[in-house]
C-alpha cells in the first residue's frame, strides 16, 4: 500500500469513468480511500474487520451495479453513497443477528439508500441462484458454461481443452448445458 | 470421454428438433457476441422483427447470459477486491480507527473533557483554599520526616501564638516590630530559647526585657521538628544576667500536674496558670504536652513551669476550636535540641543551670525571680 495513493482522493468523476472501464487501478484507491472509513464505523458498531470487509465489498459492488446499469446519478459525494449502503447493510445484518446497538456511532453523514439496497437485493437473489443453478449443473457443463458465458472462451478454445473431435459436438454439448442451466435457474 | 457420455445425455431427446435448436442457439450466441457477418446480421435482424416467437427466445437467451455474466462480473469483482484487501494492512488500519476495547475508556473518551474540568475546578478550589489559608507559606523543609510532619499538621491546625503587634494599639514607644512572641534566658550569658515559628524568616530579631530594653539578637540554631530556635544576644549593651533560678526537667510531668507560663501576649508580662491535661500533644503528637492553661497569641516560646520551678516545656500553640487546650514541647526536647548544638561554633559556653532557687517560693516570689530572664521576641 503506497502512502500516495492512500493520502490522495481520487475525483468522483474518475471513479465513475473507472468503473465504467473495468479499471483494476480505480478499483484499488477507491478500495484503499473508502475503506477505512467503513471499518471504523463496523468496529465502532459492534462488528469486527471481516464484516467490515463484507459489509464493504457489498457497497462495491451496489456501486459497480449501480454504475454500470447507466442509471447513476452523483446526486451525493462517493464517500456519502458508500458509507450509507455499508451503514444500512451493516444495520440490517446487526438486525438479523438481534444484535441491536442503541447509540450508532457515525463517522459521515449519510443518505437515504433503500431503493439501491432493493435492486442490490434482488440481484444479490439472483446471484445466488446462479451459483446453486451452477453447482447443480455438474461436469463439464459447468465448466463450459464458465468457459464460454463468463469468461468468453471461443468455442475453438473449448474444444481443444474437453478434446472434442468436432466443433459440432462442442456445440451440442454446450447447447445441451445451456437448457439444463435454464431449467434449473428460471425453476428456483 | 465425450462420445459415451454425450450419448447417454442426449438419447432420450429428439434428435432432429434438437438440431435446430443447437442451429439456434449458436446463432443466438453468436448475434450476442458480435460475430455474425454483414448479411448474416441482417437477416437475424428481419427474423426477430417477423417472427415474435423467435424474438422471445432470443429475449430469454439473453436475459439468461446477462445473468451469467452478472454472476461473473461479480465475481471478479470480489477477487480483485479481495487481493486488495489482502494488500491492506489491516492491523494498522484497525489501530488507527479501533474503539477502545474497554467500555471505561470508551466513557473515558466522551467524558473526558467533563472530567478536564471538574479536575481542573477541584484543583482550583483546593490549591486556592490552601493558598488563602497560608498552606504554601509554611515552607516544608526537603528532609521530612514523619515526625516533622505531625508538628506541622499541628502548626496548621493550630493558632501560632505569634502576636501580631501592628494590630495591636501600641502604648509608649512605637513598635516596629512585625510579629512577637516569647523567649526565656538559657544562660546567663546571653542565650535565649524560643520557638521556631516566632523566629521563621526573621530578617533581625531583638530581644525585650521586662524593663523595656531592647537587645539586638541573633539565632545561632534552629530546630524546625520541635518548633525551637536558640538566640545569642549580640548587643554590645547586654550585661551578663545573674545566676538563671531555673533548671530543665529531664523527666517527663504528671498529667496533672500545676504548671504556669509568663508570656507576652501585649507588651507586659502576662501571668498564666493551669495544668498539665494530656501526656501527648495535638493528635498523639508525642514532642507535646497538651495543657491547659489561657494563652494568647504572643505567649510563644514562653517557659512553663511547674510549682518547684522547673522548665518542663515551651509553649508554642493551641488548639483552634478547642477550648483549654495549649500546646507545649517538652523540656526534654529543647534539651536535645541544646545538646544537637555544636558547642564550637559558639562564641560564648552555653552552660544549663542544674540549680533551681525557686523551689519553696510563693508564686508571687517564683515571678519576681523569674521576670528578668523572660524576654519579649520580637521579629523584623
Same mark, same amino acid.
Given at each position: ?38 471499518l ?12 467490515a ?17 447507466g ?8 464517500k ?22 442503541r ?5 459521515? #453523514? ?20 446462479? #451459483? ?6 455438474? #461436469? ?10 463468463m ?8 474444444? #481443444?481443452k474437453?478434446?472434442y ?24 | ?6 450419448? *447417454? ?42 417472427d !415474435? ?17 452478472? &454472476? ?11 487481493v ?15 474503539p ?19 479536575a ?6 483546593v490549591s486556592?483554599?490552601?493558598?488563602s *489559608?497560608?498552606?504554601?507559606?509554611? %515552607?516544608?523543609? *526537603? ?13 496548621? %491546625? ?10 495591636? !494599639? ?13 523567649? =526565656?534566658?538559657?544562660s ?20 525585650q ?7 539586638k ?16 544576644? *549580640? ?8 545566676l538563671? !533560678? ?6 517527663? %510531668? ?5 504548671? =504556669?507560663t ?17 501526656k501527648?500533644? &495535638?493528635?498523639?503528637d508525642?514532642?507535646? &504536652? ?9 505567649n ?8 518547684r ?5 515551651i ?12 500546646f507545649?514541647?517538652?523540656s526534654?526536647y ?10 564550637? %561554633? ?35
Amino acid at each position: 500500500m503506497k502512502k500516495e495513493v492512500k493520502s490522495s482522493v481520487p475525483a468522483d468523476s474518475e471513479i465513475i469513468l473507472g468503473i465504467l472501464n473495468d479499471s483494476k487501478e480505480i478499483l484499488n484507491r477507491l478500495y484503499v480511500t473508502y475503506f477505512p472509513v467503513i471499518l471504523q464505523f463496523v468496529l465502532n458498531n459492534n462488528g469486527n474487520e471481516d464484516d467490515a470487509k463484507d459489509v464493504f465489498q457489498e457497497s462495491v459492488i451496489v456501486l459497480y451495479n449501480k454504475v454500470k446499469s447507466g442509471n447513476f446519478e452523483l446526486n451525493s459525494k462517493l464517500k456519502t453513497f458508500i458509507y450509507s449502503v455499508c451503514r444500512r447493510l451493516w444495520l440490517k445484518r446487526l438486525n438479523a443477528q438481534s444484535r441491536t446497538i442503541r447509540n450508532i456511532e457515525d463517522y459521515s #453523514e449519510f443518505i437515504p439508500v433503500e431503493d439501491d439496497l432493493e435492486r442490490h437485493e434482488e440481484k444479490d437473489r439472483q446471484f445466488e441462484v446462479m #451459483e446453486l443453478a451452477l453447482s447443480q449443473l455438474g #461436469e463439464p457443463c459447468k465448466t463450459i458454461i464458465e468457459d464460454y458465458y463468463m469468461q468468453n472462451k471461443s468455442m475453438q478454445e473449448i474444444c #481443444e481443452k474437453f478434446g472434442y473431435t468436432n466443433s459440432d459436438n462442442a456445440k451440442t454439448q454446450k447447447y445441451k448445458c445451456l437448457q439444463r442451466l435454464k431449467k434449473l435457474f428460471f425453476q428456483s | 470421454m465425450p462420445a459415451a457420455t454425450e450419448k *447417454t445425455f442426449f438419447s432420450v431427446l429428439n434428435k432432429k428438433m434438437m438440431k435446430s435448436d443447437i442451429e439456434l442457439t449458436n446463432q443466438i450466441d453468436a448475434y450476442l457476441r458480435g460475430e455474425l457477418t454483414e448479411s448474416e446480421l441482417i437477416d437475424f435482424e428481419n427474423q426477430r422483427i417477423k417472427d !415474435p416467437a423467435f424474438d422471445i427466445k432470443i429475449v430469454e437467451h439473453q436475459n439468461l447470459v446477462n445473468h451469467l455474466s452478472d &454472476y461473473a462480473n461479480r465475481l471478479k469483482l470480489t477477487s480483485e477486491m479481495n487481493v486488495i484487501h489482502e494488500s491492506l494492512d489491516i492491523f494498522a488500519l484497525k489501530n488507527e480507527v479501533a474503539p477502545d476495547a474497554h467500555i471505561v475508556k470508551r466513557l473515558w473518551k466522551k467524558y473526558r473533557i467533563n472530567t478536564a474540568i471538574a479536575a481542573s475546578v477541584a484543583l482550583i478550589a483546593v490549591s486556592g483554599t490552601l493558598l488563602s *489559608t497560608g498552606f504554601f507559606s509554611k %515552607s516544608i523543609s *526537603t528532609n521530612v520526616s514523619l515526625l516533622r510532619r505531625e508538628i506541622n499538621s499541628i502548626k496548621k %491546625s493550630q493558632n501560632a501564638l505569634i502576636k501580631n503587634i501592628n494590630d495591636k !494599639p501600641s502604648k509608649g514607644p512605637v513598635n516596629p516590630g512585625q510579629f512577637g512572641g516569647t523567649g =526565656f534566658a538559657l544562660s546567663s550569658n546571653g542565650y535565649v530559647v524560643t520557638n521556631y515559628h516566632v523566629v521563621q524568616g526573621a530578617d533581625s530579631v531583638y530581644v525585650q526585657n521586662s524593663n523595656g530594653e531592647a537587645f539586638k539578637a541573633k539565632m545561632i540554631y534552629i530546630d524546625p521538628a520541635y518548633d525551637l530556635a536558640v538566640l545569642q544576644i *549580640t548587643d554590645p549593651a547586654f550585661k551578663d544576667l545573674d545566676l538563671l !533560678p531555673y533548671s530543665f526537667k529531664k523527666s517527663a %510531668s504528671d498529667v496533672g500536674e500545676d504548671v =504556669f507560663t509568663i508570656g507576652f501576649p501585649r507588651d507586659d508580662q502576662v501571668y498564666g496558670k493551669g495544668y498539665v491535661s494530656s501526656k501527648n500533644g &495535638y493528635a498523639g503528637d508525642t514532642v507535646a &504536652y497538651q495543657v491547659s492553661i489561657p494563652v494568647n497569641p504572643g505567649n510563644s516560646g514562653g517557659p512553663l513551669l511547674d510549682n518547684r520551678g522547673n522548665v518542663i516545656g515551651i509553649i508554642n500553640g493551641k488548639q483552634t476550636m478547642v477550648d483549654g487546650a495549649a500546646f507545649a514541647i517538652k523540656s526534654t526536647y529543647i534539651l536535645k535540641s541544646i545538646e544537637a548544638i555544636p558547642q564550637d %561554633s559558639l562564641d560564648e559556653k552555653l552552660i544549663l543551670t542544674k540549680r533551681n532557687t525557686l523551689s519553696g517560693l510563693s508564686r508571687k516570689d517564683q515571678f519576681k525571680k523569674l521576670e528578668p530572664f523572660i524576654y519579649m521576641v520580637k521579629v523584623y
